[in-house]
T-cell receptor
Framework: AQRVTQPEKLLSVFKGAPVELKCNYS??????LFWYVQYSRQRLQLLLR??SRESIKGFTADLNKGETSFHLKKPFAQEEDSAMYYC?????????????FGEGTQLTVNP | NAGVTQTPKFQVLKTGQSMTLQCAQD?????MSWYRQDPGMGLRLIHY???????DQGEVPNGYNVSRSTTEDFPLRLLSAAPSQTSVYFC???????????????FGNGTRLTVT
C-alpha cells in the first residue's frame, strides 16, 4: 500500500526566509501528488498538484521520482503562509479521489 | 453554494452511545468521503462513495457505517462509540471520483467528537 511521510510536525521560519516542507512517499508506480493546506479557521483546500507544475501563492513543488519526494518550497515566506500543510497521494486512475495523506506539517512564519 | 456542510460542529458522547455525523453537499459531486484527523497521524480515510447507492471501506472503517441514498448526503454512523473514536471528522467531496487532478477534494469544516 502507498504511504506518505512528512518528517517535520512543526516548522518555524522568519518572514522573508526560504521555506521547504518535506514530503516523501512510497509507491512503486506513477502516483499523482498534491499539497493541501488548512489556514486557521478555514477549510482544508487544495494548494497545488504536481501534474500541473504550477506556482500557487509563490509555492512550487517538484516531483522527484528517484528520491520519491515531493517537497513544497517557497523562496520568501510570508506571515500569511502560516498554516497546516498536508502532502497527499493517489496511485492514479484505479484509486481516483481516494487520497492518502501525510501526517501534516504545521508551518509558522514569524515576523 | 454552501459547499460541503457538516453537522454538528461539536459532539460529546459517552462510551457505547451511537450517533450520526451529517454531511451534505450542493455541488452535484459524485464522490464523497469521510476522513478522521488525529494528531501525528494526518487524515485517514474511513469510508467513501463514488456515487449514490455505492459505498466502500477506506483505511480505518471499523466501528463506522455509511450509506449514500442520495447524491447530496453521506452520513457517517458510529454504532457504539469508543474513546478511540475521539477525533476530528472531515467530510470531503469531488465532482469526479476518477480525476483528482482536475476534480480536487472540497472539505467541510469538520466535526470535533469527544468520547468519554
Amino acid at each position: 500500500a502507498q504511504r506518505v511521510t512528512q518528517p517535520e510536525k512543526l516548522l518555524s521560519v522568519f518572514k522573508g526566509a526560504p521555506v521547504e516542507l518535506k514530503c516523501n512517499y512510497s509507491y512503486s508506480g506513477s502516483p499523482e501528488l498534491f499539497w493541501y493546506v488548512q489556514y486557521s479557521r478555514q477549510r482544508l483546500q487544495l494548494l497545488l498538484r504536481h501534474i500541473s507544475r504550477e506556482s500557487i501563492k509563490g509555492f512550487t513543488a517538484d516531483l522527484n521520482k528517484g528520491e520519491t519526494s515531493f517537497h513544497l518550497k517557497k523562496p520568501f515566506a510570508q506571515e500569511e503562509d502560516s498554516a497546516m500543510y498536508y502532502c497527499a497521494l493517489t496511485p492514479g486512475e484505479t484509486s481516483g479521489s481516494r487520497l492518502t495523506f501525510g501526517e501534516g506539517t504545521q508551518l509558522t512564519v514569524n515576523p | 453554494n454552501a459547499g460541503v456542510t457538516q453537522t454538528p460542529k461539536f459532539q460529546v458522547l459517552k462510551t457505547g452511545q451511537s450517533m450520526t455525523l451529517q454531511c451534505a453537499q450542493d455541488m452535484n459531486h459524485e464522490y464523497m468521503s469521510w476522513y478522521r484527523q488525529d494528531p501525528g497521524m494526518g487524515l485517514r480515510l474511513i469510508h467513501y462513495s463514488v456515487g449514490a447507492g455505492i459505498t466502500d471501506q477506506g483505511e480505518v472503517p471499523n466501528g463506522y457505517n455509511v450509506s449514500r441514498s442520495t447524491t447530496e448526503d453521506f452520513p457517517l454512523r458510529l454504532l457504539s462509540a469508543a474513546p478511540s473514536q475521539t477525533s476530528v471528522y472531515f467530510c470531503a467531496s469531488s465532482y469526479s471520483p476518477w480525476d483528482p487532478t482536475h476534480s480536487p477534494l472540497h472539505f467541510g469544516n469538520g466535526t470535533r467528537l469527544t468520547v468519554t
